[in-house]
């Protein structure tokens, strides 16, 4: 079964670095089917999507965001991680890590779904 | 204010059916075929219900199901059970990834 757990701060001061890691154990973040990805939830909000990578380092960002986010792959340790520059308290939010099925390899097709999930970890911007 | 259109709450009682729908605007282009639907019970992890509008991932039971008509995707429940009561999202493509604002299920 494939889980994934969030770890960081827990509250991080304004305009600094929000970092956060996803420890994925199940699965390999090295297989070339998924890309790895990244959402938050604002209180009383829906869900944003952030951004993915995949094992090369290939990413893809949410445009709103896309000046502010890097996200990473280590393959050596199975997880992948998250950081946001010059965090704001709209930058408060519950973050999710998750995979995201790109590639089925065994019948050529691109599923395109977030299927696994973790529990999300809560960040809050404040000095 | 979120991409995808979804009503803020529904409710139902035990053994009735509740349908879901989720709308994107008259402007976003393509087939809108990438719908997937998520259950979330707060503080666990969100869990895949729906793929491709219609498909349930291995485990789900098939008292989920979706469909689709037009803008509108939609997640009907059958037989609804005290567990169903939660907070479900609709996830889609544009021109990025969007969700739906969720849709939170009381189950009288």
């Known amino acids: 079964q494939v889980h994934l757990e969030e770890s960081g701060p827990g509250v991080v001061k304004p305009s600094e670095i929000l970092s956060l890691s996803c420890s994925v154990s199940g699965d390999s973040v090295s297989s070339g089917s998924y890309y790895w990805s990244w959402m938050r939830q604002p209180p009383g909000k829906g869900l944003e999507w952030i951004g993915y990578?995949?094992?090369?380092?290939?990413?893809s960002y949410n445009p709103s965001l896309k000046s502010r986010v890097t996200i990473s792959v280590d393959t050596s340790k199975n997880q992948f991680s998250l950081r946001l520059n010059s965090v704001t308290a709209a930058d408060t939010a519950v973050y999710f890590c998750?995979?995201?099925?790109?590639?089925?390899?065994?019948?050529?097709?691109?599923?395109?779904?977030?299927?696994?999930w973790g529990q999300g970890t809560p960040v809050t911007v404040s000095s | 204010q979120s991409a995808l259109t979804q009503p803020a709450s529904i409710s139902g009682s035990p053994g009735q059916s509740i349908t879901i729908s989720c709308s994107r605007a008259?402007?976003?282009?393509?087939?809108?075929?990438?719908v997937s639907w998520f259950q979330h019970h707060p503080g666990k992890a969100p869990k895949l219900i729906i793929y491709d509008v219609t498909h349930r991932p291995s485990g789900v039971s098939d008292r989920f199901s979706g469909s689709k008509s037009g803008n509108t995707a939609s997640l009907t429940i059958s037989g609804l059970q005290p567990e169903d009561e939660a907070y479900y999202y609709c996830?889609?493509?544009?021109?990025?990834?969007?969700f739906g604002g969720g849709t939170k299920l009381t189950v009288l």
């Open positions: 998750a995979r995201f099925y790109y590639y089925d390899s065994s019948i050529g097709s691109y599923p395109y779904y977030f299927d696994y």
């Open positions: 996830n889609s493509y544009t021109t990025t990834w969007v």
């Open positions: 008259s402007s976003d282009v393509g087939d809108y075929n990438q």
């Open positions: 990578v995949n094992y090369n380092g290939i990413t």
